[in-house]
């Protein structure tokens, strides 16, 4: 099967998506599932390829142009192999878990009647084009096409947040619109400059150092999130609906690492020192607010900047290890950060709205189930075994100690170790407040729905999985 | 894919051994809705089979040629040359006598104390979260102490370490009602905590440790090229020291001080008490805990071999020696004046654990290092029987008494004789009383141990101890059993109890298990003299020849383990006799000022504890609620409105030029017209 797939199946299932969608109405959520699912089964098909250290790649011509390669090609190697997985496998999780809570969503909005049917094909036609969008960006072979799909994300995302956010919904898309499109602004401009200087679009020929390596670095970063870049990542996290935040947080923006590790490593490896305190900052602000938040969402997406901080950590390690457990990290992110925000949506719906944890409290008698998968969340993203956490932790921590050339960056890379104890605080005590303790007066809690669980669970055992089969990260990435 | 090296079939129990009980804990999840019964079956039943595989592996000991290793890969980075930098991180077992002698001891106490549970957790609605957890803790436990490499030991490391944050808020409920306060919350005033909070001071306390373990596991992992004890111990002393070694040894200290509960890090174990006493038992007598000192004899080797080539590498013994002598005394005193029937024994827990630390750090600096080795390991054991014993016990009594304080107790000996038993002949071992108990052979040989190195202030602070641990230790025995009934506990002994019923002995199945212990107890002192010999002569043997020191194994002169002895008795008298006749006999007391301050001084824990929520909880969660509040909430989305009201600014400002006027436009069509020209000429001229 060729890599069009990846992309052909999204695009051709949009439009079908979009015209059915207001007779099946939530239906409609389950055949839009087929294109990451199989998605997810094309990248399973790839393995035995991968594994055997080769690399997939499919090639089409579609345009000589300004004697421009611009021929539309596709390549998948091990970390595009790994992205694809992660990708694939949380939109699919996310779509299926998506369909009982935009029911949800959508009454609460006060759609009825014919307008409730055009909602879901809304929703889950711009869902599509957000998997294309991802997956695009990462199997892409030039600038151009990787920037069309990169910018594909934002929108479709913007779309997601305007029409289904919480609180100030509007306003919210266009904060994270104007900051996600300097990203996008600063990315384009790199690829410009690099293509004045070198006369290449294609990704493989950013090796060099040069001005639009910066360019790329600080684009990357705001995707990402680090620290000083990141202030709209809670706003936007917080108030999209809760099956796009479970996508966007860990999955979204983690292709900025993508970006960085394929396009701007040199200057990465120029700065190391400082972008390893950049990636401590980031570390100890996301956990140290994420401690103070009592917003279950937002705590998330204050987690999610920490965990960039742990990714940004190992790619300024320059260092193979380190490389390495920042691919293997942003899987176990994605999965776990997903059953996180999952659950945090299944509470919701239970709580009727309920956001604050102060709100809540005892609730692991009443709900065990989402207990268990709030616990299991925060303590496999804090590194703990079984969860694929401790594997890409370990590793992170690796590279980052084997990169540190002198006895400053061993400092930094201590401190930046030493303060993930932060990751386990801040995890233990949402637990104790919302879970443990005497139960709140008044709190009505409805039944879970168990079509929602399903999905968290299988996220939660990929997870597991890929602790004990770590072979499936790093032989791939071994070429 | 995987090649497995060794012989798995034949070394079954030592893998079975940990497998049994995870596989344990899940049919006990399964079974948790279908049979009650079935389930405690099963999950005591599981880790009384891992105690008999454990035995098994124990008959391997005269015969076989130690260490034997099983290994499977599991991480390797693929494409690797032979000078990857990332180490190779194995699935392996070692099977040595160190592993062995602790998994029986995790094993076979811990069987006891499942039995134990049984009707302990009789009363409780729901118990499928307990058994599940306890098994998965044993398993964990004894995963950790099979382990062939550092990876694989955080594994169960972390395992335990979760389980135990699970099991020490097990009453999550944290009720305030005040029959729930009595049995489940743990302290007083300031520093009284409920069950949830206690769990999740446990575990953040310790993972402070582990974090600095972990960095300390990846720098000696960096250094030697290699994640297994026997690697790395094979490779330090080749090749010169490496200067990341030292700092590497002290961080993995640090992981052992935080699960072991030293000095600084011992704050947590004396809240851990608000769990069921099967799981103070467990965690905190017999398994958890001793995963530090367990770690310390692990590594052991390696750092000896390094203190040889470089000897600065001492230090690492040395601060092990002191954090452990620190300890034992610092939480001594504060045993000696806590409230808690379980306070008290989780305070001698920390205190006999110091011993311990203490044994192994004194051995890492002298040539006949098996004194203090054999003596950690050996009081490791003596200790695990008499303490988890105390601990069943101490879980009848406030079962009986429905109170966790001891001025609710008093005089239950009448009433409870074999749970008197059950504490006195534990209790004698630990206050070292000679040749019958354990708790003296063991203890006498770390003495020993210390004199040897010549280290007299360390001599000093350990001997200062044992008259310590003998006053608390008759305190506690003359608070609950002797004296007066105090109120609550004459009316539980009436029948008029909390929940109405009898105090008296519990049922055998909780009884058998005390008594099985005490029995051991007495079994272990009554062979103490065969026992350490044994022990210096297989230990000293073995990791003798793991570090290169092939030597006549001599047990010290019997002077000096006659000094050793006859000192240790006087400091027993020392401490036994106030307490006997104050708290038994009922003497009192002159209140003293100075000695009263003192007291306050301990109750309080030498302020540690306040300090650390003074200096780090608080305003960690206060800064984090700020920057939520003020940074993020605040000025971040302040400015981002002046931003946006600012260009809404601009853009009305450049608005009010579009005025339609007919003299405007035709001026600014003119200034364009210039400007054009003016670009133009700039561009034509050159």
Same mark, same amino acid.
């Given at each position: ?25 939530? %239906? ?11 998605? !997810?089964?094309?990248?399973? #098909? ?53 369909? %009982? ?18 909602? /879901? =094909? ?123 935040? $479970? ?54 997406? &204050? ?33 776990? %950060? ?53 594997? @890409?932790?370990?590793?992170? !921590?690796?590279?980052? /100690? ?33 879970? /443990? ?9 409805? +039944? ?32 | ?109 811990? $069987? ?13 609605? #729901? ?47 944290? =009720? ?24 999740? +001071? ?35 002393? =080749?090749?010169? @020291? ?17 699960? =072991? ?28 805990? +001793? ?12 750092? &000896? ?23 034992? !005394? ?248 106030? $307490? &006997?006749?104050? &708290? ?70 450049? %608005? ?31």
């Amino acid at each position: 099967m060729t890599l069009v797939c990846f992309v052909l199946i999204p695009l051709l299932l949009l439009p079908v998506i979009y015209f059915a969608g207001p007779r099946l109405k939530e %239906k409609v959520g389950y055949a839009a599932a087929i294109a990451p699912l199989a998605g !997810f089964a094309q990248t399973i #098909s790839l393995y035995p390829l991968l594994l055997n250290g080769e690399r997939a790649f499919t090639e089409i011509g579609w345009a000589n142009y300004l004697g421009l390669d611009m021929n539309f090609n596709l390549s998948v190697d091990g970390i595009s192999l790994i992205y694809v997985l992660s990708i694939s496998s949380v939109s699919a999780a996310v779509c299926l878990y998506s369909v %009982k809570y935009m029911d949800h969503r959508i009454s609460e909005l006060g759609i009825e009647g014919k307008e409730r049917g055009r909602a /879901f =094909s809304r929703f889950y036609a711009v869902y599509l084009a957000f998997y294309l969008g991802m997956v695009g960006a990462v199997i892409s072979t030039n600038v151009i096409q990787f920037y069309i799909f990169y910018e594909l994300i934002l929108i479709s995302t913007w779309l997601l947040i305007h029409m289904f956010g919480y609180g100030d919904k509007e306003r919210v898309a266009l904060v994270y619109f104007i900051w996600t499109h300097i990203s996008g602004m600063l990315v384009l401009i790199g690829f410009v400059l690099h293509y004045m200087e070198s006369g290449c679009i294609s990704i493989a020929s950013y090796q060099d150092l040069s001005g639009a390596s910066y360019l790329l670095l600080v684009g990357f970063c705001v995707k990402m999130a680090v620290f000083g870049l990141h202030t709209w990542l809670p706003l936007a996290h917080g108030e999209a609906p809760t099956p796009i935040s $479970a996508l966007l947080s860990p999955v979204t923006i983690g292709i900025g690492a993508y970006g960085i590790l394929r396009m701007a490593l040199p200057a990465v490896a120029n700065l190391s020192l400082w972008i390893a305190i950049w990636a401590m900052v980031t570390i100890i602000y996301g956990g140290i607010v994420a401690l103070g938040e009592d917003d279950i969402k937002r705590l998330l997406a &204050y987690s999610s900047i920490s965990h960039m901080g742990y990714m940004l950590l190992g790619i300024a390690s320059i260092t193979y290890v380190g490389s390495v457990g920042v691919v293997y990290h942003y899987l176990t992110h994605a999965f776990l %950060k997903a059953v996180l925000f999952m659950t945090a949506g299944v509470l919701m719906m239970q709580l009727h709205g309920i956001r604050r944890i102060s709100m809540m409290g005892g609730l692991a008698a009443k709900t065990p189930v989402a207990a268990f998968f709030l616990a299991s969340g925060f303590l496999g993203l804090a590194g703990f075994p079984p969860f694929s956490g401790f594997n @890409s932790k370990l590793m992170i !921590f690796t590279g980052a /100690f084997l990169g540190a050339g002198d006895q400053t960056y061993l400092v930094i890379v201590a401190g930046a170790a030493f303060s993930s104890i932060l990751t386990v605080a801040y995890g233990a005590e949402a637990i104790r407040k919302s879970m /443990f303790g005497p139960a709140k007066e008044g709190l009505n809690l409805e +039944k879970a729905e168990v079509s929602m669980l399903i999905p968290i669970a299988a996220m939660l055992i990929l997870s597991l999985a890929f602790f004990f089969l770590p072979w499936l990260v790093l032989v791939p990435l071994g070429g | 894919m995987a090649v497995f090296s060794g012989d798995w079939i034949g070394l079954a129990p030592a893998w079975l051994c940990w497998l049994v009980p995870f596989a344990g804990a899940l049919i006990v999840l399964a079974l948790g809705k279908i049979s009650r019964k079935a389930m405690e079956s099963i999950g005591a039943a599981s880790v009384a089979a891992s105690a008999a595989l454990a035995l098994v592996m124990a008959t391997w000991i005269p015969g076989a040629d130690f260490p034997i290793r099983l290994t499977a890969p599991w991480v390797e980075l693929a494409g690797s040359s032979g000078d990857l930098p990332f180490p190779a991180i194995a699935f392996g077992i070692l099977v040595d006598p160190v592993s062995i002698i602790l998994a029986n001891v995790v094993a076979a106490v811990g $069987a006891l104390i499942m039995v134990y549970s049984i009707r302990y957790m009789g009363e409780e609605p #729901s118990t499928t979260r307990f058994w599940f957890l306890m098994d998965a803790f044993v398993g964990s436990m004894l995963f950790l102490v099979m382990s062939d490499n550092l990876v694989q030991m955080l594994f169960g490391w972390e395992g335990v370490g979760l389980c135990s944050y699970a099991l020490i808020g097990y009453w999550y409920r944290d =009720s305030k009602d005040p029959k729930s306060w009595l049995t489940t919350w743990v302290g007083e005033g300031n520093e009284s905590y409920p069950p949830s909070h206690a769990g999740m +001071k446990a575990f953040l306390m310790t993972r402070f440790g582990d974090v600095l373990m972990i960095a300390g596991v990846i720098l000696l992992a960096l250094s030697t090229g290699s994640f297994s004890f026997l690697e790395i111990a094979g490779r330090v002393g =080749s090749g010169g @020291s490496h200067p990341l070694l030292l700092p590497a040894s002290v961080l993995i200290l640090f992981g052992a001080i935080g699960k =072991s509960a030293q000095l600084p890090l011992m704050e947590w174990l004396p809240d851990a008490m608000t769990g069921p006493a099967p799981v103070s038992a467990l965690i905190h007598a017999a398994t958890m805990v +001793k995963a530090g000192v367990y770690l310390v004899a692990r590594v052991f080797p390696i750092f &000896y071999i390094a203190a040889a080539a470089d000897p600065g590498l001492i230090r690492f013994f040395e601060i092990a020696a002191w954090v452990g002598a620190a300890t034992a !005394f610092v939480s001594a005193t504060q045993a000696a004046v806590s409230t808690e029937l379980k306070k008290v024994l989780a305070y001698s827990t920390v205190s006999q654990i110091g011993y311990m630390m203490l044994a192994m750090g004194v051995a890492g600096t002298m040539a006949e290092f098996y004194i203090g080795y054999a003596g950690g390991i050996f009081h490791l054991m003596s200790h695990a029987v008499f303490k988890a014993a105390l601990f069943l016990a101490a879980g009848a009594v406030i079962h009986a008494t429905g109170s966790r304080f001891m001025h609710h107790m008093g005089g239950l000996r009448k009433r409870m004789p074999l749970t008197f038993l059950g504490v006195l002949i534990p209790s004698l071992s630990l206050m070292g009383v000679p040749i019958l108990f354990s708790g003296f052979w063991s203890k006498d040989m770390i003495l020993e141990a210390v004199l040897e190195s010549g280290n007299l202030p360390l001599l000093a602070v350990s001997l200062a101890t044992v008259s310590i641990t003998c006053f608390y230790t008759v305190r506690m025995v003359g608070k609950v059993f002797f004296g007066s009934p105090s109120a609550p506990a004459a009316a539980a002994v009436n029948g008029g109890g909390a929940d109405g019923h009898h105090a008296g002995d519990p049922s055998p199945l909780m009884s058998l298990p005390v008594l099985a212990l005490s029995a051991a107890t007495i079994a272990m002192g009554a062979l103490g003299v065969y026992e350490r010999e044994w022990l210096a002569r297989l230990l000293g043997g073995y990791i003798g020849s793991l570090v290169g020191v092939h030597g006549e194994i001599h047990l010290g002169d019997p002077a000096a383990q006659i000094m050793v002895s006859g000192a240790s008795l006087a400091f027993i008298v020392i401490g036994a006799v106030p $307490a &006997y006749l104050i &708290y038994v006999r009922g003497m009192r007391i002159p209140t003293w000022r100075p000695l009263r301050s003192i007291g306050s001084f301990f109750a309080n824990r030498w302020y540690i504890n306040r300090a650390y929520y003074a200096l780090f909880v608080y305003p960690v969660f206060r800064l984090g609620g700020w920057i939520a509040d003020r940074v993020e909430e605040g000025a971040l989305r302040s400015a981002e409105r002046s931003a946006q009201s600012s260009l809404l600014w601009i853009v009305g400002r450049l %608005k009010k030029t579009h005025t339609g006027g007919l003299n405007e436009n035709l001026i600014a069509a003119l200034a364009g017209m210039i400007l054009l020209v003016a670009m133009l000429l700039l561009v034509v001229v050159p």
